[in-house]
């Protein structure tokens, strides 16, 4: 019987998972890398994207992050998340309407900066990194329920 590595994640609001796993392939913010039992030890920050859980050679569970930290030594992972949620959870056509919200509120933000100064200004321009940090998210979600279905339609 192979070793397993104890695979746990967190978020804000709890303890999304917590079990044994063949490998998990988190998106680290260099790249995806894999885990196994007897891993390197390895501290990463966690891009939006999508966790796979794979018990065996199957992936068993596919959760979206929107960024946090990972921690690897040889006999766990813990992936502190900003945000996780199941990929198959995931509403596409709302994610698609709050992408154009968030869109619209740019373009307003982009306004507002042009036409503001001093503190105004520098707040306009606050706000705006923070939204394009959001619609970034949006996208990286919508990109995982499109990749999710086209990988299941696939099998």
């Given amino acids: 019987m192979a070793e397993k590595v104890q695979f746990e994640l967190v ?5 999304v998972l917590s079990e044994a ?8 913010g260099e790249g995806y890398f894999g885990v196994l039992a007897n891993h390197a ?5 966690v891009k939006a994207g999508v966790i796979d859980v794979y018990q065996g050679r199957e992936v068993t569970q ?3 992050v929107a ?3 990972a921690e690897v030594t040889p006999e766990r992972c813990t992936v502190l998340a900003d945000e996780a949620v199941a990929v198959s959870s ?3 056509a709302a994610i698609e309407a709050n992408m154009r919200i968030l869109e619209g509120t740019i373009a307003n933000l ?3 900066i042009g036409r503001t100064t001093g503190k105004d200004h520098d707040q306009a321009e ?13 996208a990286a979600k919508l990109a995982a329920v499109r990749g999710g279905a086209a990988a299941a339609a696939a099998h």
């Fill in 11 to 15: 978020s804000p609001e709890s303890l």
């Fill in 21 to 28: 796993v063949d490998m998990v392939v988190v998106p680290g």
């Fill in 41 to 45: 030890p390895l501290i990463s920050t």
């Fill in 62 to 64: 596919r959760i979206f």
């Fill in 67 to 69: 960024g946090g930290f």
């Fill in 90 to 92: 995931l509403d596409p």
């Fill in 110 to 112: 982009r306004e507002q």
């Fill in 126 to 138: 606050f706000e705006l990194r923070h939204v394009q940090a959001n619609l970034e998210v949006a």
